[in-house]
Structure formats: C-alpha cells, structure tokens
C-alpha cells in the first residue's frame, strides 16, 4: 500500500508540468482548430428581410446573404463602386419625354435608363424552395397538413436544390418593395424616381389586401411596373424620371437584393408562417454564405456558400495602393479566391464584460470598446492622440479606428418663433448657443474622444469635406497657430447681447430666456447628459428645460414642427454630399411636407435650396466643390443646426483576424477576411492556462492526512485479525 500512495503522489506531482488542454473554451474545440470566426451580438435582429430591414445589425448578416447588383471596392479609397453581380457596370441612356436619346446634359432630358447586364455563372444556395418534381412543378410548393407536421425547421425538408440568378429576381424584388404590406422605408423615394412605380403600388397593394383576405398567395410575376424591364434572363432595364445620378449607390443595397419568386411563394404558405418559417427569418441569397442556423436567442451561424461563384480578393496597382493608403499586409491575399473564412457562429452575448473577458481570452476574435473596458484598452495622450495600452500591445492586439460617415446634432425648429426665423436677431441667438455648446468637451467625456467637432452636415470621407482652416466653420471656431479653437464664450455672451438677451434676460419682458429641450433620455444614466446639456446654456444665463418623453411622442412632435430643440442624427445612405445636404433642403421640411420630409429642422433658406437643386445631380468637380462650399458658409451662418460630432469607431481585432479594414458603405466584406486557426489555438492554450497547483496540493493534503489514519485502520484490522485466529 505505501508504494501505490507514493505512486499516487508522484502523479500528482507530476501533472504540475504536464501541459493542459484549455479547459474554459465556450466554443467546440475542433471548430476552434478551424478557419471560423466567432463574433458576437447583444440585441437579435427583427428581421432579414431585405425589402424591409434597414438597421445595420441586420444588414451584418443579411449583406453576407444577398448581393445587389453592384458594390464597393474593398480597399480602394474614396469608396468606389463596382459590379457584383453584373459583367460590367451598368449602361446609362438619356432621353427626352419622346423617347428619343439625348446627351447628359440637355435641357430635354427627361428619363436615365438603366441596363443591366448579369454574369450568367451566379447560383443560389441550396434550398427546398427550388426543388421540382418529375413533372417540372415545385415539390414543396403545396404542402398538405400531413407534410407539415414534420416540419419545424428548414432541415427537415429532405431535398433542396438550386437555380442560376436571372434578370427577373431583380425585377421580383422591386414588386415586393411596393407592396405596401412589405413597409419598404424607401418605396417612397422610388416612387419619385422608377417610372410608373406609383401607380404600380396602388394598383399591388390592393391586389395585396384582397389575396390577403381569401388566404392565397400573391405570385408577383403576373404584375410589371413599367418603368421595369426583363429583357431576357440576364438583362434588366430601370427607368428613372430625369437625373439621379446617386442611383447606382443605391444599387449596392439590400434594397435591390434578387428575389427569387419560388422562395417567396413557398414561405408564404399558412402552415409555414404559422411556424416563423418565413423570408423573414430564413434568407435565400447568392451570397458568399447562407444562414445555416438562426437561433437569435442564443446563436446565429453563417456557413461558405458551395455555390458561390468565382470571385476574387481585390488586386490593386501601386498607384491606387499609394492613393488609398493601403497597409501593404491588406495586399499579400491579392488575386486569391474568396471567401477565406468558412463559417461564421455569432454568439448571444447580453452584457458587455463577459464579451470583454473572453476576447481577452481569445475565445472572441475581435471586440468593440465599451465605456467599461475603455480604460484597460485605449490611452489618450494629451494631444487627444489614441494608443493601445501596454496589455493589449503584449496581447498582439490591433486596434483598428476610422471617422463614421456620420453626423450628431443638436437642432433649432426653424418656425419655432423664438429660436426659429432668419432675421438677424434669430441668427445670432443661435449662433451664441453654438459656440457655448462645448463639442469638444461632450467628446471627452461621455465619448471618451471617440469623436471629431463637426464644422458643417458634410461627414470625412465625403466630397465637400475639407480639413485645416478652408473646412472651419468661422462662425464658432478662430484658426490660431494651425490649430480651430473654439471662440471664447464673451463672443458668445456678445452675439446674445445683440440678438435681444443680454445676460440671458429678454430686453422686451425683462425675463429671463427659457428653452425648451425634447429628448427620449429617460434613463438613470442619461441623467449626467442632460446636466451637462442644461449647463451649457447656463453659461449664457439660458435657462433650458428638459422635456422627456417615449419615442413615439418624440417623433410626433418633430413631425409636426412642436419641438423647440432637439438632438438628432444621420448615417449616410450612400457617400456623396446630397446624402447630407438634403437633411436641409427647404423643399424636404418636414412641415411642408405633412411629416413625410426629412428636413425636421424645417430650415428653409432660397440661396441654399437653389445651390442644391444645382450639384444633387451634378458629378463631383471643382465647380460643384465651389458650389458646396457656399452653402456650407450659408449654413454656418443661419446655424440651424449646433453641428455637434462626427462620430469615430475603434475596434479590437486578434492579430490572428486579418484582411480587416474598417469600410463605412460596404456591408458585404466578411468574405475578404481571413483567420489562421494554428495561431488562435496556440494563443487560447496560453492564455487560459488551468490553474491545477491549488487542486493538486489540496489532493496531497488530503492524502498526506488520510495517510495516518490508513495506516492506524490498517493496525486494527490485522489486530482483529489475530485476535480471531
């Protein structure tokens, strides 16, 4: 017995130095050992329908899934477009109201159209949508009750199949954008410009009800809108009213994603819908990956599409390396075939330093910043400079950070009699509100200087963007040593003075001036923000009254011209200046426009809304630079808006996640990334080492006492042993 406890002990001892596995892995090890990604998500998507969705947590998903006509280049810089699913970018034809073909230019110009032309080698992924029978009808297409009783998931089908992409699932795509029902956000701006689109969604949209209410299926292939044409199998024919040059950016988006009619005639199916198995939830692309799995309450999995056609990792010349600022290690994979990445498990992931802690760990391959984490993984130098913080460089973690094409403001209602109107009064009392509103300051602290002062509505990045003193708005900011510093708050205090309020105390009442702030902060911790906000017009003896309410209400009252102030903000559609521009178009003032419009600061100005009806269809040139700079300047001055922030994305990449390169636009650039699989599992075993010294010294301990009191039983037992012989 003392050479097993001794040989026990020497095991335990040992097992100090043998190397263990990793004990602590949320994920399944041997997909760890594989070129996966595991990514994350905190709220599921509502939905992945592409006529619908317009939030970008959806589109992380869906722009994997479906493929528009055209895209974005993946390095090149500015953003540029090219063909996706097309063999060439589309041809554009100009004609007058005769039909007729005229130049770009011409005063007669009355309709663009638009020629489509598909590559012919593009296949769906396999679904049981497409699968025929022996006599050419869909074998899934009429499912009896029977069939359905074995269904719960798309799985349990036992066939799939798959077609080529035509000309028509484009065409498919935009019927059901008109169909009301569908709650397409933009069908109302394609009703400006498809021909015919209008009165082909009065005429759907009724048709629509009526399936509707004798529960049959509304096959969209017996209906055509005439400003949409199929030519044959790969050639589709758009015909937009006048000019809208912006057009072909909008041909990046899900909006104009293909539809097959087979997938959307089989999901609507009662026995299916009854089941949540419907277009909505389940997607049928062309796109690099399907949607293998869609559990949005605990995992979503996409998986390397086997049909996906030949495409390749971008290839750039040395020229167009230098001008985009390409890092030479986004170039090793040039001409490879796409995707690298073969499968993709997104992770429910409610709080935040959970997923903080097991990207540390490796378990997640690149990480956002939270406010909690901010410290541990960024410094700040005093210049405002952004570094990773000796943890993370140790890690070989890369931090990667760009300038959103976006913009967050706070906003004056222009037929608001106090804070609105154009008079010279008006004008300065907003003006002083703009220089006392403290942007750098908001930056730091609830930003955490993840953010740039905007000096107008035009975002980096964006034709009409303008950095050093040309791009300064002169109205807030001086330009000292090379530097915008922003005017001193007597300037402020003067321009409130001259506008009727010295002090903040109205020279006709002799009141003190109050404002009113609507918001939908209702949080404990949206409490700090709105002191800041109210202390920024303390500082000009403002008095400012926060009014707090759900956003419903909230909308109502911009909709109908009640708020005073407000904060707001716009993500960019598409890069160009007309994206921005038009949030200040008179003609798109939301009360002039019975709440449809998108100018919800009703500003309203005839020099400005003649310069933009001027460059929204023109090509960026130096003359629609100059044109752009003079409504900037206009702006600056009326100061409809506190031009507030453009907002900076930082994020944590593992250097074993590569290919990465933030692109605002794109949606559909998982396929360019790559992971080397070796590298994570080598970096998870050391880091997550099992800590087994404690267990093993406790387990000696137990052995070392229990030894005595062995040895004392065994005396006994031989003792009693004796005493019976």
Known sequence: MNRYFFKVLLLLLMSLDIHADVWNTPHDSEKVKKEVLFSSFSIPPKRLDPVVSYSSNEWAIMGQIYEPPLQYNYLKRPYALEPLTLIKMPTIRYLDSKGDEVEEGDKNLAFSEYTLTLRDDINYQNHPSFVKNEKGELLYGALSNYELEKIKTLDDFEKTAFRKLKAEDYAYAIKRMAVRQNHSPVLDVFQEYIVGLEEFSKKITAIAKEKKAKNKPLDLRAYNIEGVTVVDDHTLK?????????????????????????????????????????????????????LAENNPNKQMRLVANPNYHSEYYPTLSQEEA?????????????GKKLPFIKEVIYSLEKESIPLWNKFLQGYYDASGISSEAFD??????????????????????????????????????????????YSESAKKLRQAISIAQNEEEYISIF????????????????????????GTNKVVYDWKEGKRVRKPLEVAKQLLAEAGYPNGVSKETGKPLVLYYDTTATGPDDRSLMDWRRKQFDKLGIQLVIRSSDYNRFQDKIRKGKAQLYSWGWNADYPDP???????????????????????SNYQNPKFDKLF??????????????KIRKMIKIAQEDAPWVWGFHPKS??????WFSNVLPHAM???????????????????????????????LLLIFILLVSYPLYRAYQGRQRAVIKGDD
Not at 447 to 469: D, S
Not at 650 to 655: D, E, N, R
């Open 238 to 290: 758009i015909k937009l009213k006048g000019l809208y040059p912006q057009f072909s950016y909008w041909l990046t988006m899900n909006f104009f994603a293909p539809i097959p009619w087979e997938a959307d005639l089989f999901y609507q199916q009662q026995g299916l819908v009854e089941k949540n198995l419907t277009l909505r939830w389940f997607p049928v692309g062309t796109g690099a990956y399907y």
């Open 613 to 626: 009806e001027e460059i929204k269809t023109m090509k960026n040139s130096p003359l629609r630079l100059e």
């Open 376 to 421: 541990q993984a960024v410094q700040i130098s005093l210049g405002g400079e952004m570094a990773l913080s000796e943890e993370m460089v140790k890690k070989g973690i890369v931090l990667k950070g760009s300038v959103e094409p976006s913009i967050f403001y706070l906003a004056f209602n222009m037929v608001d009699p106090v804070v609105g109107g």
């Open 666 to 696: 794109a949606n559909n650039t998982l396929k360019y990334k790559r992971i080397d699989a070796k590298l994570r599992v080598e970096k998870q075993e050391e880091w997550n080492q099992p800590v087994v010294l404690p267990l093993v």
């Open 650 to 655: 930082l994020a944590l990449t593992h250097k």
């Open 322 to 334: 230098e001008k985009s600022n390409v890092p030479k290690e986004l170039l090793k994979d040039s």
């Open 578 to 600: 007309e994206n921005f521009l038009f949030l200040l178009y008179g003609g798109n003032a939301i009360v002039k426009t019975n709440g449809a419009g998108i100018n919800s």
């Open 447 to 470: 930003r955490n200087e993840r953010g740039l002062p905007a000096q107008g509505p035009i975002p980096p990045g964006i034709f009409g963007y303008e950095e050093g003193e040309a």
